[in-house]
């Protein structure tokens, strides 16, 4: 077996039982919450009485334990059960939010890869020039400012100052492009900031290489060495912060979809936590826990690919 593959499937042990611990910890945590699904349907005047029959007919009477082996022996089975408060099954939660939440994903993605990019090659063309502070000084400051309060700015600016753009999905379709723009915008902000220094700080660093000058001796061109030579070895922190970006935007979708009121996975997990469903909040913690397994996997792999003198045996 190759190195590689050995640590791939290292890796992949290791995310199986990260994910069992994820499990592990979201039901410890929902369990500590105070009062539980029957305590949510009795209403606001709950009966003692109703709340009892409610329980035992949602079999939460049972001890933990037990409940808990269930649930976990369902989803070994592929099972990711049914909705204590609707009935409804959990897989059919996902398929609601997926879209709007895939929909905000792939576009911060697809901005966040040239922007990050082209920024941080724009700051490394001249270390120190006045390009390069300025970008530093917007990159340092916006990262500085939480997406919540970034989020609250944006629309305080653009949606209610200005009125350019919907504050919010409410009373719209939430796949209007103008009610994506400023979810966006909050996606984006963090990461592009931080992976662009990473890249400036690669370029830097790779530009002063031996390869890169003797390149320069050959007499390429100073764009083609930037872009064909000195990027590639630049990139390898970049791709493993990237994967770092997607673990966060699974919870930053949380954030944005909530202070956008957009309908997705996000606005689905806050639902369940507040209605003490406990199977659809173990739903949605398996499939963020194996989504990160994977983009981890993928980034390890891809910054191995692009940096080659890095490999190490395993």
Do not use: K
Request: contains cysteine; hydrophobic residues 50%.
């Amino acid at each position: 077996m190759t190195p590689i593959r050995s640590r791939a499937g290292r890796r992949l042990l290791l995310g199986v039982g990260q994910t069992a611990a994820v499990l592990a910890l979201v039901f410890l945590l929902t369990e500590a919450l105070p009062g539980d699904a029957a305590v949510a349907l009795a209403g606001d005047d709950p009966d003692p009485q109703r709340i009892a029959a409610i329980r035992e007919a949602m079999r939460l009477d049972r001890p933990a334990t037990e409940r808990f082996l269930d649930r976990a022996g369902g989803l070994l089975r592929g099972d990711l059960g049914t909705s204590l408060v609707t009935g409804r099954p959990v897989s059919s939660y996902l398929a609601d939010g997926f879209g709007p939440t895939l929909l905000l994903a792939s576009l911060t993605l697809a901005l966040l890869v040239p922007l990050s990019v082209g920024l941080g090659v724009l700051a490394s063309r001249r270390e120190g020039g006045p390009l390069d502070r300025l970008i530093s000084s917007i990159t340092l400051a916006v990262y500085s400012v939480p997406e919540f309060a970034f989020g609250v700015l944006l629309i305080t600016v653009f949606a209610l100052h200005l009125g350019w753009l919907p504050p919010t999905a409410v009373g719209g379709a939430w796949q209007d492009p103008a009610v994506l723009v400023l979810p966006v915008l909050v996606l984006l902000a963090r990461p592009v900031c931080s992976i662009s220094r990473l890249v400036r700080a690669g370029m830097i660093e790779a530009t002063a290489s031996p390869y890169v000058a003797q390149a320069r001796r050959y007499g390429i061109s100073p764009a083609r060495i930037r872009w064909t030579h000195a990027l590639p070895n630049a990139l390898a922190p970049a791709v493993q912060q990237l994967a770092r970006t997607c673990d966060w935007l699974l919870c930053g979708v949380i954030v944005a979809e909530t202070l956008f009121v957009i309908p997705g996975l996000g606005t689905v997990l806050l639902d369940a936590v507040a209605a003490r469903d406990v199977p659809v909040v173990q739903g949605l913690a398996v499939v963020f826990g194996l989504l990160t397994v994977v983009l981890n996997l993928g980034a390890d792999l891809t910054a191995r690919r692009f940096a080659p003198r890095s490999e190490v045996a395993a």
